[in-house]
């Protein structure tokens, strides 16, 4: 019977470990967002990952846009959200003044 060296294998360990805690904390932010009421203004926009956009609030939350919740969001924008709620509305500011642009829903 052959051994198992560990030492050759540890990377494959520190690789899985690094995901599984990237994707615990990316699911901890989005259920912070979804339990929290919101009405904070879009101030950093950051697209490091492949296919994602992060959008960042003044707050300290983020909203991902991804290929499959693909918001129209722009730095600046006001956004408004009900506590335990993943519907969220987007506030332009047009003419100096904050109006209704879109209503999106976190799936």
Sequence with gaps: MKK???FRISPLFI???????FL???????KKFIQLEV???LVKRNNWQL???EFYLQN???????FKDNFDLKIGDSISKESNTNIF?????????????KKNAIN
């Design 4 to 6: 198992i060296n560990l």
């Design 15 to 21: 690789v899985i470990s690094g995901v599984t805690a």
């Design 24 to 30: 615990i904390y990316n699911n901890q932010l989005n």
């Design 39 to 41: 009405n904070s203004i």
């Design 51 to 53: 296919r994602t956009t």
């Design 60 to 66: 300290g939350l983020r909203i991902d846009s991804t």
């Design 89 to 101: 509305i987007v506030y332009r500011k047009e003419n100096g003044k904050y109006k209704f642009h």
